[in-house]
């Protein structure tokens, strides 16, 4: 099973943050009142667990890494505009890198580039620029912590493992010495051996590299650390029944650009900002009805390419509130933060697909490990070996330290995508005040503040959401042949509903229709979502607005869904669909 889904720290930390990551003093233009870090730094003490590492992270870092934030954001360079930041963030070329993981990463960019320009004070987006600051340390330390404490125990395996092997590399080459040659079997054996010993020497070189960057991180000193990694506690438990409505519910409620819209005059509720961004942006939706899985390609293309215009989108709202004359001013703020209010639930709604995918990798490579350990164990157990065979070994160990590394990798992400999801959901312990404690009262403050972080959010969890009903089962929808077995199924008008008008489209003169030749482009649970994806597909292909539309309610299995129809002239129809289908369009002859 291809990996594809999160990959390197979290949030912007790689597009914003880590540069800035050293404990370096801060400008003379600031005071020093105003900083967290102004002491020594604290060596540290015993075991170091994951909220201990993060209260250093922070701690030592924040002033830098905000400041840095700082200035990318409020920048006047022409060549660091926000649409460039975005391309640039889309068009990143580091391995691995998910691009679900790329789309969170442009929402959080546009949502803390748009809250900070539509903030009247300075001062407080620069508060809120640390804040920020503050979640993506966090994070990229709770990546590294895992990586950390995985390495420090492979790195003491794997010096076993290639002191064995050299050993075995030694005596060939002695036996060269004697000898004056080695046979074809031994060369053989040297050069793959080789090879070997070369792989695992970078295994063991990147695992040291990442011991490296926690320490610098953490400012410890990587000799005298012994790490507490073995569980993550509530940063690993995610209940099944937190859907992700709870959490997009919890960012209105809590989050800060939302208190920001109200002291502006605009109060949100959860079910507005969530109609809002199913009005506006309904590919996501459509998936859903259609049964299309979290899995397939197409809904990760779909979310992120959904990402990538909701981004620039608030960007373009925010540049045209900035330009704006007063008397357009209030208008265009409004509407800036409606855009603000779809990335916020655009990004939640990608965290939390990267937190139930990691779900997916982690269970999968669980068995690949634990097929692997068979294989290795029925290697050792030979009764009679060679030197090929004990290669053959070699190789296999070395295929199961990549495949746990790589789960182990998974693991940690999962944390730090778990995390991110609350961040997103307006939960954060971070504070300027509560940064200025000691380290072990940060510790203490986050390890309780964490805790009590999901029994908050779900205690303020409206009843109109706890009573939302669980979305129906569309198993009818996953077959490949879905859509022709939903045209099979004897259609109900809805109650007391009636038919939906077309959707204004410029219809030809003196036009006969055909009876059953009509082109269906798609399906949807809610009609208001016709209209909007009727503007989607005619802006790909705007001859499709010279054909009579309809738009039919029908009912499958208890579900109303909405059926949206052209009707072009009998010769038209298969060719009209093989155009449609080749814009990436849907299209049935019906």
Request: with cysteine; proline share 3%; charged share 35%.
């Given at each position: 099973m291809k990996l594809t889904?999160?990959?390197?720290?979290?949030?912007?930390?790689?597009?914003?943050?880590?540069?800035?990551?050293?404990?370096?003093?801060?400008?003379?233009?600031?005071?020093?009142?105003?900083l967290v870090f102004v002491d020594e730094i604290e060596p540290v003490k015993g075991r170091t667990d994951v909220y201990q590492s993060m209260a250093r992270a922070v701690k030592y870092n924040v002033d830098n890494a905000s400041l840095n934030l700082n200035k990318k954001i409020f920048t006047q360079d022409p060549n660091q505009d926000p649409k460039t930041v975005i391309k640039n963030i889309m068009n990143s070329d580091i391995n691995d890198r998910s691009s679900l993981l790329e789309a969170s990463n442009v929402l959080e960019y546009a949502i803390i580039y748009g809250i900070s320009h539509l903030q009247e004070k300075r001062p407080t987006a620069e508060l809120g620029l640390y804040l920020k600051s503050s979640q993506h340390l966090a994070l990229a330390t709770i990546r590294a912590h895992h990586d950390t404490?995985?390495?420090?125990?492979?790195?003491?395996?794997?010096?076993?493992?290639?002191?064995?092997?050299?050993?075995?590399?030694?005596?060939?080459?002695?036996?060269?010495?004697r000898q004056g040659v080695l046979s074809?079997?031994?060369?053989?054996?040297?050069?793959?051996?080789?090879?070997?010993?070369?792989?695992?020497?970078?295994?063991?070189?990147?695992?040291?590299?990442r011991q490296t960057e926690y320490s610098q991180l953490i400012q410890a000193n990587p000799e005298k650390l012994e790490l507490e990694g073995r569980r993550f506690y509530e940063l690993e438990d995610f209940d099944r029944k937190y859907n992700l409505e709870i959490f997009q519910e919890s960012a209105v409620r809590h989050r800060t650009e939302f208190a920001a819209a109200k002291e502006n005059g605009k109060?949100?509720?959860?079910?507005?900002?969530?109609?809002?961004?199913?009005?506006?942006?309904p590919e996501i939706a459509r998936l859903d009805i259609n049964g299309v899985s979290l899995g397939h390609e197409l809904y990760e293309k779909e979310l992120r390419d959904r990402a990538l215009l909701i981004a620039n989108n608030l960007v373009d709202a925010v540049t045209a509130y900035q330009k704006a004359t007063p008397l357009f001013k209030d208008s265009l703020r409004r509407r800036a933060f409606d855009e603000l209010g779809a990335a916020i639930m655009a990004?939640?709604?990608?965290?939390?697909?990267?937190?139930?995918?990691?779900?997916?990798?982690?269970?999968?490579?669980?068995?690949?490990?634990?097929?692997?350990?068979?294989?290795?164990?029925?290697?050792?157990?030979?009764?009679?070996?060679g030197n090929m065979q004990n290669l053959?070994?070699?190789?296999?160990?070395?295929?199961?330290?990549?495949?746990q590394r790589r789960q182990s990798q998974v693991n940690a992400e999962r944390a730090v995508s778990l995390r991110s999801l609350y961040f997103n959901a307006g939960l954060s312990p971070f504070s300027k005040r509560n940064l200025k404690l000691?380290?072990?009262?940060?510790?203490?403050?986050?390890?309780?503040?964490?805790?009590?972080?999901?029994?908050?959010?779900?205690?303020?969890?409206?009843?109109?959401?706890?009573?939302?009903?669980?979305?129906?089962?569309?198993?009818?929808?996953?077959?490949?042949?879905?859509?022709?077995?939903?045209?099979?199924?004897?259609?109900?008008?809805?109650?007391k509903t009636e038919a939906a008008k077309a959707v204004q489209p410029v219809a030809r003169k003196n036009e006969k229709t055909v009876v059953g030749k009509r082109l269906q482009l798609g399906a949807y649970m809610d009609k208001n979502n016709v209209a909007p994806d009727w503007e989607r597909i005619t802006s790909k292909l705007p001859e499709l607005k010279n054909y009579p539309t309809k738009i039919e309610p029908g009912e499958v299995s208890g579900v109303v869904f909405w059926r949206l129809f052209i009707e072009p002239e009998a010769k038209d129809v298969q060719p009209l669909c093989r155009k449609i289908l080749d814009n990436g369009l849907e299209c049935l002859v019906r």
């Open positions: 889904h999160i990959r390197l720290l979290s949030g912007l930390a790689a597009v914003l943050l880590l540069s800035s990551c050293q404990s370096q003093k801060a400008p003379e233009r600031y005071k020093q009142d105003g404490w995985f390495a420090m125990k492979k790195i003491k395996e794997l010096d076993r493992l290639l002191a064995k092997e050299n050993k075995n590399l030694e005596a060939l080459k002695q036996k060269q010495e074809p079997e031994d060369i053989e054996y040297k050069k793959n051996l080789e090879v070997a010993l070369l792989k695992l020497n970078e295994i063991r070189s990147a695992l040291a590299f109060i949100y509720s959860y079910v507005e900002v969530r109609d809002n961004a199913i009005r506006d942006y990004q939640i709604q990608i965290n939390y697909c990267l937190v139930k995918l990691a779900d997916v990798d982690y269970q999968h490579l669980g068995h690949e490990i634990a097929k692997k350990k068979k294989e290795v164990l029925a290697l050792e157990k030979r009764a009679r070996t053959d070994l070699l190789n296999q160990k070395i295929k199961l330290i990549e495949l000691s380290v072990k009262e940060i510790t203490a403050l986050l390890r309780t503040s964490f805790n009590k972080d999901l029994v908050e959010m779900l205690s303020a969890v409206s009843e109109e959401i706890k009573r939302l009903p669980k979305p129906k089962k569309n198993d009818w929808a996953k077959e490949d042949n879905w859509l022709e077995n939903l045209m099979k199924q004897p259609v109900q008008k809805p109650k």
